[in-house]
């Protein structure tokens, strides 16, 4: 939903009737496309593969890159056909590199000329280098929120693995998870205040080195042998 937001955004606010956003693949390092404004039927599959001399020449970029200058730039002159023509088909004029944190190029941005042979202004060049600067830190806070939950996800699997009674409460004293042992044992009692649901205080402690990747809003943990 954010790249299609983004793609047709860019698309009306700079008139350029085709705008792609391709991103990396989670598997592989192939970039795909991911949305697309303007053409009915983009690409399927890898657009520009992993080992593409241009993956290694955009992320060393710290500016966008014209296709016409694919003809002048050494590196990119050996382009092979099949990647050249991948990108012809999305109309490609303009690459924006989205480039993260560390240094990694996580999402590619592709303009098609203007509308009416017009050229891209040094203002739309400029709100394109912007938008690229937000987009980056969009998709990094979008990679960290995946990877937390599947960080929780492992976490739990290797929780109700377990078969003694776990249960998490939160600074508040409402359960918050409980494995499959505690479910089993005392019923499924989330939500619920800890004392009332099991009848007793509790006895647990800190669990504030989970807070930045999994459970950030529990505070304890009793494990029940």
């Known amino acids: 939903e954010l790249g299609a937001n983004l793609v047709h955004l860019v698309a009306q606010a700079l008139r350029s009737p085709v705008v ?62 099949e990647d050249r023509a991948n990108l012809e088909k999305l109309q490609v004029e303009l690459f924006v590199p989205i480039i993260t944190r560390d240094g990694d190029l996580s999402a590619v941005l592709t303009l098609s000329p203007k509308s009416g042979q017009q050229l891209y202004s040094q203002e739309d060049i400029q709100t394109l280098n912007t938008l690229s600067k937000q987009m980056a830190v969009q998709l990094e806070n979008i990679r960290l929120y995946r990877e937390s939950l599947e960080a929780r996800g492992n976490l739990e699997v290797w929780l109700n693995s377990m078969m003694d009674y776990v249960i998490i409460v939160d600074a508040g004293g409402f359960i918050q998870f409980m494995n499959r042992a505690a479910v089993l044992q005392f019923g499924d009692r989330a939500g619920s205040s800890y004392t009332d649901a099991l009848g007793r205080s509790m006895e647990c402690f800190d669990l504030h080195y989970l807070d930045a990747n999994d459970l950030a809003n529990m505070q304890c943990l009793e494990v029940i042998g």
Do not use: M
């Open 20 to 81: 792609c956003l391709l991103l990396r693949s989670e598997h592989r390092d192939d970039f795909t496309v991911a949305s697309c404004h303007g053409l009915d039927t983009p690409p399927t599959g890898p657009v520009i593969r992993a080992r593409n001399a241009l993956v290694k020449y955009l992320t060393n970029l710290d500016r966008i890159l014209k296709f016409n200058e694919f003809d002048v730039i050494p590196q990119l002159q050996a382009l092979a056909a």
